[in-house]
């Protein structure tokens, strides 16, 4: 059980913008840093974004991480066909049982 | 180019024993930690620890804690999973991925494996 929560499905057209909110707590996403994975089915995911806000090699502008509080957000602007697919966050927790959490997983669809 | 490169995928019965490996090249393999995650088909990524082959620090989750055995060899730059008396709910794929672990505030996966399917069944 995840304790970081993402919407199930979010849809948008080309070109839309679409914004992926992950919610944790002041123990993970509140004082860590966010990554951000894109997951196509039957492959292995890939990293997007890490340190909450730096592209990885590759990666274009049109992903971008932010963070407030205890919520991150993933952005998709232009999207495009190729974009659908499952995207999680990520993070490192700080509490008792300090560890690697992900979060639960979006499906993103281009319509 | 960094790599991780898994075992074959596995049939197994319930009850048995399993050790999934990964092999890391295109890099200093003890100076990076290794990670493993779980997913179930149709389901969510789950982190379930980490080592780092350097001097053999292990982290796991709560969740794998007790579940689940990860170890390395240093000598060829491998990482192992072992799952203990296997389930038909560890039915997953498995995957490895070299984890970047930053004070304990910062981390994340890149690259990764391409993920082990391992099946339980009677």
């Known amino acids: 059980q995840s304790v970081l929560t993402q919407p199930p499905s979010l849809s948008a057209a080309p070109g839309q913008k679409v914004s992926i909110s992950c919610s944790g707590s002041?123990?993970?996403?509140?004082?860590?840093?966010i990554s951000w994975y894109q997951q196509f089915p039957g492959a292995a995911p890939k990293l997007l974004i890490y340190?909450?806000?730096k592209r990885h090699s590759g990666i274009p502008d049109r992903f971008s991480g932010s963070k407030s509080g205890t919520s991150a957000t993933l952005d998709i602007t232009g999207l495009q066909t190729g974009d659908e697919a499952d995207y999680y966050c990520?993070?490192?927790?700080?509490?008792?049982?300090?560890?690697?959490?992900f979060g639960t997983g979006t499906k993103v669809t281009v319509l | 180019e960094v790599q991780l490169v898994q075992s074959g995928a596995e049939l197994k019965k319930p009850g048995e024993s399993l050790r999934i490996s990964c092999q890391g090249s295109?890099?200093?393999?003890?100076?990076?930690?290794i990670g493993w995650v779980r997913q179930v088909p149709g389901k969510g990524l789950e982190w379930m620890g980490i080592?780092?082959?350097?001097?053999?620090?292990?982290r796991y989750s709560p969740s794998f804690q007790g579940q689940v055995t990860i170890s390395a060899d240093k000598s060829i730059s491998t990482a192992y999973l072992q799952l203990r008396s296997l389930k038909a709910s560890d039915t997953a794929i498995y995957y490895c991925?070299?984890?970047?672990?930053?004070?304990?505030?910062?981390?994340?996966?890149?690259?990764w494996g391409q993920g082990t399917l391992v099946t339980v069944s009677s």
């Open positions: 080592i780092y082959p350097g001097d053999s620090d292990t």
């Open positions: 991925a070299r984890h970047h672990l930053v004070d304990d505030t910062d981390n994340w996966f890149e690259p």
């Open positions: 295109g890099y200093t393999f003890t100076n990076y930690w």
């Open positions: 990520a993070t490192w927790d700080s509490g008792l049982t300090a560890g690697g959490v």
């Open positions: 002041s123990s993970n996403i509140g004082s860590n840093y």
């Open positions: 340190d909450t806000y």
